[in-house]
């Protein structure tokens, strides 16, 4: 589905993605870790079409995505969420749920139509129905709890309908509960939808639970891949987390 | 149709109604003048908004195509081959053209950087105006008056029947751009306005947008320069000139541009102060400047902005619907 | 279009040395009113709108100065201050008030603060335009370059301009103070952090800024007339000084504006009704080949 091939990127001498090479197949849900500056944010923006890379490749469906804008990325079915959810504050849920299908359905320059047209109401009460949102519709996005505005910007993700759905920490800034049941969440919805998702996480108990493969970066180049159990005794990764994240040596030693 | 859209044209009928019965209730010409400057400026305020309210771009050259509506009309009257109704189409496709040159340059920059250079460009083509004094009559404007030859048995010539003329035009204006709020465009915009990154990486073509509404609402504030054309039968630098783009910002600001009919209580607001400061004193300037300094920062929003916060918080305290009128004619006036 | 009559200039030296020393001039004064410009945007992040009317408060102060006490060196230094003061009241007492808020209100305070000004400068000074006349030090025959005349003030103006500039590079680039402002630029909240007054630092960089308009209006008013409004057209070439150059660059501003004022001056020999169309049509070809102007940092 997609492959990235000796992928690289540097901003002002300091290199931030080192020859990543990476491959996520159909339907896999993978997991990204790695220490604070290990350029995973990065590695996402280089792969949307935000920023472009120095060299690399990255095949989607075995074609170059490198040099098209981000607006082309998603048109071609991968779409993101972001680490500090990226909403339209001014627009109740629905509305900016209706938006975003509406810009999928390439129908969003329409002039002569009112809004919401009819042919976007199905698709928005299925998929707030699905994140759970159909009760807070009517709420302004600027409104909603920090939980919520999460899960709103993955839904305007999933608006775009993408085979490749890219979730920047999904559960950046929640507490030990929320989190659970957000990522509870996200773990249905790759059942649901067959996606193949690709997630930022920090919390390596999430990242162990649920994850087929977890690829870990550290400066920027990848440090190891492989099953949540390989990476768990890897040797590498548990050296490069002890001193910046104890809580990874802690769950190695669990297992 | 929609429920919604029957509500729009209800309220359009209603307000067209009203419009042209008011010179029959009151006579006096000044009364009728005062309306088609309203009018003029209210939708050169209305176009205005589709840029600064609707998609967040804050227009400080928008009376450029207010000028060129009102030139590019009169000129094509004057020339004579034309009826009433091609030359304004002409002057609206024109103007449309002139707004899409310019704003292909003029969309790519963000925030302040928009803001000056579509200043910088008005005053481009206020420059223009002022030196090429034999199509334009230079600072003089355009001289001789316009010529309106009736057309489908509308003889503009007569002031009544001008009046009526400038009112349906106004309310077919405010009817399209109407649509254009509640047109899956129009929320396309509200996107733009509030995160274009965002909207972006929601498949939204941010530039093509902006663009298109550019153009839009140049070739609306181009219609409000050619009923200001018509009805003064003429055309000047003034029209190009940075202070008009100024107070169509402020006639935004003074009205409140998240609702949609606040540019127009602006126009009419600033038209009323207008009228005052001229007879009392000769140092208009100053005195709209320190009203503009009390009302930015003193209200911080606009009249029709205000009374929609004051609805909306009253809403969810619920208080009792007795005080309901009070406070929202006290905001108007 | 005369192009005969630009291709008979190049071809004769003492036109062009006419044509250059004019261009200089013109590229000096819109230097100085950029570089301040440039310089409120690149600290406080803001675009004064407002700051031709400092150029114009600059030269009507030059002129009441020159007036009372007949010396060119207080009518500069007046005209230089008093636009630095009214500057600094200006931006604690309204500016402020909007910084963080959207650019509509911005805009809207910077154009009540031009409308004021202009009618201010209508009731004190009167609505006619003003001479200042060349002050007796310079009033003694050109120096003749090879075969074209440049008056004296002329290179007065050049060298005080370039001063300056200079001056501020220097101050900026070289100085304590200078160091802490470029802090302030990047980040704010850490020089706040540091124990240092960041309000009277803004203030500081908006009165300095205002302080190079005045200048600049000072060092014109005796080759200008002077009239209320006399900002505006300054204000907009030194915008577009700002765009071609790059925004907060001041090196960028010099390049930029020395270009403006030769076009403004060539040009107005080959094409007198196209001048400005030369100088926007410019600025639309860096805004599309170059958008963050010649020698500016980031895109905008």
């Known amino acids: ?57 990255i095949l989607f469906e075995g074609r170059d995505l490198v040099g098209l804008s981000s607006l082309e990325v998603v048109r071609r079915g991968m779409a993101r969420a972001f680490q500090v959810a990226s909403l339209f504050p001014s627009l109740t849920v629905r509305e900016a749920m209706t938006a975003a299908v509406t810009s999928h359905q390439r129908r969003s320059a329409g002039l002569f139509s009112r809004f919401p047209l009819s042919g976007s109401r199905d698709r928005v009460q299925e998929l707030l129905e699905l994140l759970g949102l159909s009760a807070k519709a009517d709420v302004l996005s600027a409104n909603l709890s920090h939980g919520d505005q999460k899960l709103l910007d993955i839904g305007l993700a999933l ?39 690709i997630f930022i996480e920090h919390d390596m108990d999430i990242v162990f639970k649920i994850s087929q493969t977890v690829h870990v970066l550290k400066y920027g180049a990848v440090l190891a891949q492989g099953t949540p159990e390989e990476i768990r005794r890897n040797q590498d990764v548990i050296d490069a987390y002890l001193g910046t994240d104890h809580h990874m040596a802690l769950a190695a030693e669990e297992a | 149709m929609r429920r919604e859209s029957l509500r729009d044209l209800f309220i359009a009928a209603v307000a067209l109604a009203v419009l042209l019965v008011l010179p029959v209730l009151f006579p006096q010409p000044a009364l009728r003048d005062f309306l088609v400057y309203v009018i003029a400026y209210g939708l050169l305020a209305m176009s205005l908004n589709l840029l600064v309210g609707l998609t967040g771009l804050v227009s400080f050259g928008h009376a450029a195509y207010f000028a060129s509506g009102a030139y590019s009309f009169g000129l094509l009257m004057q020339s004579g081959h034309f009826s009433v109704p091609m030359a304004m189409l002409c002057a609206l496709a024109g103007t449309a053209l002139l707004a899409l040159v310019i704003g292909a340059i003029c969309v790519r920059l963000k925030e302040i950087y928009f803001s000056f250079i579509t200043l910088a460009f008005q005053m481009f083509i206020h420059s223009i105006i002022l030196t090429w004094v034999d199509v334009t009559g230079g600072d003089q404007g355009l001289r001789g008056g316009i010529p309106r030859p009736a057309f489908l048995g509308i003889d503009l010539s007569q002031a009544g029947t001008l009046y009526a003329f400038c009112a349906v035009v106004f309310i077919v204006c405010l009817l399209i751009m109407r649509q254009v709020w509640q047109s899956p465009f129009g929320y396309t915009l509200r996107m733009i306005r509030d995160n274009p990154a965002r909207a972006n990486f929601l498949g939204v073509n941010v530039l093509r947008m902006k663009l298109g509404i550019f153009v839009l609402a140049g070739t609306m504030a181009s219609m409000a320069g050619i009923l200001m054309a018509l009805f003064v039968s003429g055309a000047y630098a003034e029209f190009a000139f940075w202070t008009m783009s100024g107070e169509a910002i402020f006639m935004i600001m003074l009205g409140g541009m998240q609702v949609f009919l606040g540019p127009v209580i602006g126009a009419f607001l600033l038209q009323t102060l207008n009228h005052y400061v001229t007879i009392y004193t000769e140092h ?9 300094l009390a009302i930015v920062l003193g209200l911080r929003r606009g009249v029709a902005d205000y009374a929609r916060d004051w609805l909306a918080a009253r809403r969810t305290t619920r208080e009792a619907a007795a005080l309901e009128a009070k406070p929202a004619k006290k905001a108007v006036s | 279009m005369n192009l005969e009559v630009l291709a008979g200039c190049l071809a004769s030296g003492a036109c062009v040395v006419t044509q250059i020393s004019s261009g200089l001039i013109v590229g000096m004064l819109l230097f100085l009113v950029a570089s301040g410009l440039s310089l409120i945007f690149g600290v406080l992040g803001i675009v004064n709108f407002a700051h031709g009317a400092f150029y114009m408060a600059g030269a009507y102060f030059a002129l009441l100065a020159y007036e009372q006490t007949a010396s060119f060196t207080a009518a500069l230094a007046f005209g230089a201050l008093a636009a630095g003061v009214i500057g600094v009241a200006f931006e604690r007492f309204i500016m402020s008030r909007v910084y963080g808020h959207d650019v509509l209100m911005q805009l809207l305070v910077c154009y009540a603060a031009i409308l004021i000004f202009d009618d201010l400068v209508k009731i004190l000074f009167g609505a006619d335009y003003k001479l200042m ?44 103070i200078g160091k802490i402002i470029r802090a302030l630029a990047i980040n704010p909240q850490m020089v706040g952090a540091l124990g240092i007054n960041t309000k009277l630092l803004y203030a500081g960089v908006f009165g300095l800024g205002c302080v190079l308009a005045g200048l600049a209006g000072a060092l014109a008013a005796p080759v200008r007339s002077l009239t209320p409004g006399m900002g505006l057209s300054v ?66």
Do not use: C
Request: hydrophobic share 50%.
């Open chain 1, 1 to 57: 589905m997609l492959d990235v091939q000796n992928l690289n990127k540097s901003f002002g001498g300091v290199q931030a993605t080192r020859d990543v090479s990476l491959n996520f197949p159909a339907g896999s849900l993978t997991a990204i870790i790695g220490p604070n500056g290990a350029g995973k944010t990065t590695f996402f923006n280089l792969i949307s079409g935000h920023i472009r890379p120095d060299s690399g490749r």
């Open chain 3, 133 to 176: 006349g060349m002050p007796d030090a310079f009033a003694t025959a050109p120096i003749q370059i090879a075969g074209g005349f440049v008056p004296s003030y002329y290179i007065f103006m050049l060298v005080m301009a370039l001063a300056a500039g200079l001056g501020l590079w220097l101050g900026i680039n070289k100085t304590r």
């Open chain 2, 284 to 292: 208009h300037g100053l005195v709209l400047g320190l009203v503009i």
């Open chain 3, 235 to 300: 204000l907009i070439e030194s915008f577009i000084v700002t765009v071609i150059g790059g925004m907060g660059s001041i090196p960028g501003a010099l390049v930029a504006a020395l270009l403006i004022g030769l076009t403004r001056s060539f040009g107005a020999i080959g094409f007198p009704l196209f001048v400005d169309g030369l100088m926007f049509g410019l600025m639309a070809l860096v805004l599309v080949v170059r958008p963050s102007g010649l020698l500016g940092a980031k895109a905008s």
């Open chain 1, 159 to 197: 608006a775009m309908e993408p085979k490749v759905l890219l979730l920047d920490e999904p559960t950046a800034g929640m507490g030990p509960d929320e989190r659970w049941r957000m990522i509870d969440k996200v773990h249905r919805l790759w059942q649901a939808k067959q996606l193949t998702m």
